[in-house]
């Protein structure tokens, strides 16, 4: 900070250079991250996983499930009650999982939760939760593991999980007997999958549901009591909702010990080919790397094929670029999941509650996910060689001493036995925030010089005036030099000599006055819109405004979907999701015509102010991508990825013709990353993929209609499970979005 408060510093060497070399610089960080991250499917610049948790013992479990019978009999009777009884609804048959719990001797025990939908206006959906504990033998229930299954119905879209829930069963026939558990077992089967997930975590906890509705990843954890807006007290137009908790997850009537970790199963069939190993939880949260290391290498031992996005166990590349493609690949379907910030599994929600979790999803040859290369060769895995893993891992689990603390909680797979590490790939989105902070810094140098260049231009009028005489000055200092030469020679002439000096100590004064007001003539001054000038001065309270302003429409729009509901179902008798699409369309239309006009209404921004606005945001948006980052790497990434271009182009425009060549196409840039427009294009993209014979316009419909769905899902899921996706686009992208559309089209007048 001292070279950049040095009246000196213009002449330091390294602002010199920064001036000539910032732009290929930041260009140079920001093809440097891009290739960091492609060069870390390499094997060179990954690593081979390894267990840091030696109470794991692995290797030591020696397999004993002999149920396999039980368990094919469990699968037919479920599928026949579901067929007798519930073929034409989507209830889950409570009373059959019941009974055939209390069978097997467990502790039985149904949770019933309650969900008052955000959006529907008054909808409410009801759930039953069915769960069983097998205590331990061995310890007084102070620590469990969860063993987990979500109950599809027939008519639903997904894959059933009939064959899940009846191996969950026959392990529970297999482990009642067993006298080596130090663990409690609950065995659970939610209704409505991760909504009876997330309702049985927060019952389990204590959470109740008299806490008021947060936007934020705090979701049931948000403080009962906290102060918060009452808009019905102002008016019944502003009385769209109570703000309430909308999910009353309702009260656990048994309960076991701290949870160390769970396993959620999504088997349909008996038969399948391979496991998918999914990973991804709540906001890109993932599970300890030791869990998912146990589940592979137990997948290895039973001789079960198992897989990873697109790694596959099964296939050996002896080819490097194949194997290097196939791992970026793998990483880039990794990225792609954990950009939403959606759990792909009911495993996804037990990571907030520091509970390690992870789904094994059964998959075949016609899997919906798609064909992976060389499946048919494989041999199918029945119910014995599923059920074989399972208890591996619950028996390692078993040996845990204490929670899992080692290992690495930030990592991205390249393969299903390679990893890399958070200090491996910090470095790319490290390379992306440098690019925007060295932009920043060569702004701020700009307008340092700026500075020293108008104090260059005024001290020459002060030069210059000090020469200055006033009119008859000459004459005067002449006469009073020669009469008081006189004035020694004739007597009398004392009084005389008194005067003239009088006066010359007068002109004195008036010469140092008129120099003064000179110096002020001449100073740089502007011009407000009332005529009067002021003085160049940076205005910190105008800028500050203009950010806490911007700041305040993104909150607003962040609290906007529910309003916008409410309007569209009294008003216009609409569905929330075309309610809050269109809405936020026209609120991104009402933000974009606006909002270059604030800085207009604050007096106007000159070049320095609109300067200091642009060092402002991009500071700004690099701390935002490294602190998002930190949590969640592959939403930082993309989000660096795609604004870090934006932030390099656009700055501020001057009134010459040379700006105004370049405007149109940085403005049609700027639009197109318009956080609303973004996601309609991508799903636009999306949908052209998966249906390539569809003309334009059905793209567009289709498109369309995926990106309400998205909107929707994103809104809803930052009320019910605390989804961040929704809340840092509307209240850290959109902000910054529009202090860029500000820059772009504001024209200041160029400096000498």
Known sequence: MGLLSDPEYGSVKWVKVLKKVHGPLCFLCYIG????????????????????ENALLPGLVTNEFNAEQAAKQFYNELNQELDDKYYDTDDMPVPWLVAKMSQLHLEVYTHNFTLNYPMGQGQVYKGTNVYGILRAPRTSSLEALVVTAPFRSISSHQKGTTAGIALMLAFAQFARPQKYWAKDLIFLITEHEQLGMQAWLEAYHGLHNDAETFYTSLGGFWKPGTPS?????????????????????????????SIQAAINLEFHVPNIKYIEVKVEGLNGQLPNLDLVNLVHKLCVKSGIHHSYKNSYSWIRNRNKMDDWMNSVWTMLGMVSTQIAGVPNGNHGLFHRFGIEAVTLEGRDANDPAG???????????????????????????????????????????????????????????????????????????????????????????????????????????????????????????????????????????????????????T?????????????????????????????????????????????????????????????????SLLVTVSTPFIPRILSGFNRDEMTLTNILLLVELATACLAVGMHNFSLGLVIAVVYTPLALVV?????????????FPKRLLCLLLQPLCIISLCMISYSHVLFPEENIFEMISRGKDAAMQATMFSIVDSLIYGNWLFNVTTSIIFPTWILFWQIICNRVEDTV
């Open 651 to 663: 700055g501020v425009v001057g009134s010459g013709k040379k700006s105004a060549i370049l405007l």
């Open 371 to 521: 064909t992976p290369p060389k499946v048919n060769a494989l041999t199918s895995a029945n119910f014995f060689r599923l059920a074989v893993p399972l208890e591996s891992v619950l028996r390692s689990l078993n040996n845990l001493l204490e929670r899992f603390h080692q290992s690495y909680f930030f990592y991205l797979l390249a393969a299903t036995n390679r990893f890399i590490s958070i200090g491996q790939y910090m470095p790319c989105l490290c390379l992306l925030c440098v690019a925007m902070l060295v932009r920043a810094l060569s702004l701020w140098v700009t307008i340092q010089q700026d500075g020293d260049d108008e104090n260059t231009h005024t001290d020459k009028p002060k030069r210059k005036n000090s020469d200055t005489k006033l009119p008859g000055e000459d004459k005067i200092e002449e006469t009073t030099d020669s009469e008081l030469k006189d004035s020694t020679e004739v007597p009398g002439l004392e009084k005389k000599e008194e005067s003239l000096k009088k006066e010359n100590q007068e002109l004195r004064q008036r010469k140092k006055v008129v120099t003064e007001e000179n110096i002020k003539e």
């Open 229 to 257: 807006w009452d808009f019905g007290k102002i008016g019944s137009v502003f009385n769209w909702g109570d703000h309430k908790k909308c999910l009353d997850p309702g009260k656990l009537k048994g309960r076991s010990g």
């Open 33 to 52: 991250a891009l290739v960091w991250f492609v060069m870390l499917g390499n094997r060179e610049f990954n690593n081979e996983t390894y267990f840091s």
């Open 523 to 587: 100073t740089p001054k502007k011009q407000n819109k009332t005529g009067q000038k002021e003085d160049t001065n940076l205005r910190i309270v105008n800028i500050g405004a203009n950010y806490l302003l911007v700041h305040l429409i993104g909150y607003g729009v962040m609290n906007s979907p529910e309003l916008l509901s409410y309007i569209g179902a009294k008003y216009y008798d609409q569905p929330s999701e075309l309610s809050v699409y269109y809405g936020l369309i026209a609120l």
